[in-house]
């Protein structure tokens, strides 16, 4: 009888583009100060992709580095699965198929997750599902977002949230529990969705004349719910699993605001030391916010195979998750 065959998170890649939008230069441009941004949110910088740099272009080169970090080839690649709000088009042809196409994968499962911020969770939930099935044996997974493209920068309470970039992993095979994906949990509340919304399509408002062309948000009462929603998910998760949060290595939560993480992290009795935090320098990247902050942990060589990651992330719809994970890459 052959041996079960768990899905593993086998590599991490990222890309941020090079423009840097600071504090500073918000500053110029709404009525805003450096110091309230910092002190609600932790933020002091974002990465701004060029008008001809789309999400697909943020993506490929995320995923060249996930790809070549497994030792793997394109061709070994058999299912495409990006998470995005930017997508290239809306919603057809999915940005999925527009990376694979420009990284040369041929023949292959490809399709877009709208999940908002947890959306990366959504798509290692759904890989690890089809690896698991035995069907597939190479799956990547793309968070990319130009988020840029749907802010309004004269809306001081929006623009200086978010930036752009992207995060891309391979999920491979293992039949070793202690490198394999542990769990997911993931979940979404529709009765929400106004809190957070972006452009509404001409399907679902035909006649308006008007419609809706940037990102809108009603931060405070999406903060209170997101701190809410993610202390409970990430207290099932280990509960769930018989963990204490002493033994997690690493904790990589959605990297939106900085207060929403420390009321997590102290919630678990998280040290600061095994949060891994990008969101200074990234802003919040929504569904590529996850893997570049945990691109960065790699880089840094904190995380070595076998250490137990726990992720989480909460986003529009509301939609939210969390992981655990023990990193199967080298
Ligand atoms: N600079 C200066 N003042 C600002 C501002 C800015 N960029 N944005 C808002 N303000 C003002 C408001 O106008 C308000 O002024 P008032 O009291 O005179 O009316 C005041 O600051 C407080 O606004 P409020 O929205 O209550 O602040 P907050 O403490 O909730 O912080 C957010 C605002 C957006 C930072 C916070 O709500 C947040 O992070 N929410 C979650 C957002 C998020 O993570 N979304 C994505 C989910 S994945």
């Known amino acids: 009888m ?36 910092v002190q609600r949110t932790g933020i002091k910088e974002r990465r701004i992709a060029l008008d001809d740099e789309l999400t697909s272009d943020l993506g490929v080169k995320a995923s060249k580095l996930a790809i070549k970090r497994a030792g793997l080839k394109t061709r070994d690649i058999d299912a495409v699965i990006c ?3 930017t997508p290239d088009f809306l919603c057809m042809p999915a940005t999925a198929c527009i990376i694979a196409s420009k990284l040369g994968i041929k023949n292959v499962l490809a399709f877009d997750v709208s999940a908002a911020c947890s959306g990366f969770i959504y798509i290692l939930y759904l890989a690890k599902s089809l690896i698991e099935s035995g069907v597939h044996k190479n799956i ?20 200086i949230l978010f930036g752009d970039g992207a995060g891309a992993a391979i999920i491979g095979t293992t039949e070793n529990k202690k490198e394999a994906i542990l769990d997911i949990q993931i979940s979404a509340d529709g009765d929400y969705a106004h809190l957070l919304m972006t452009p509404r399509s001409r399907a679902t408002y035909p006649k308006d004349e008007k419609i809706l062309q940037y990102l809108q948000m009603a931060g405070n009462e999406v903060f209170k719910v997101a701190v809410k929603t993610l202390t409970n998910d990430v207290v099932e998760i280990l509960s769930k699993n018989n963990m204490r949060s002493s033994q997690i290595d690493h904790f990589i939560p959605h990297q939106a605001n900085l207060r929403i993480i420390s009321a997590v992290r102290e919630k678990l009795d998280f040290p600061i030391e095994k949060t891994v935090l990008t969101v200074h320098k ?7 916010s996850i893997p570049m902050a945990m691109n960065e942990a790699y880089e840094d060589k904190k995380i070595k195979r076998g250490d137990l990651l726990l992720l989480d992330a909460f986003g529009g ?7 655990l994970i023990y990193f199967g890459g080298e």
Do not use: H, Q
């Open 317 to 323: 719809g509301f939609t939210w998750g969390s992981s």
């Open 83 to 85: 998470a995005t709000l």
């Open 282 to 288: 990234y802003g919040n990247t929504s569904a590529a």
């Open 2 to 37: 052959s041996n079960k065959i768990f899905a593993s998170l086998k590599s991490i890649g990222a890309y941020a583009p090079k423009k840097i939008l600071s504090n500073k230069d918000l500053e110029k441009m709404v009525d805003t100060s450096d110091e309230w941004i």
């Open 140 to 159: 990547l997974i793309v968070g990319a977002e130009k988020l840029s493209s749907v802010l309004d920068y004269t809306d001081r309470s929006t623009c």
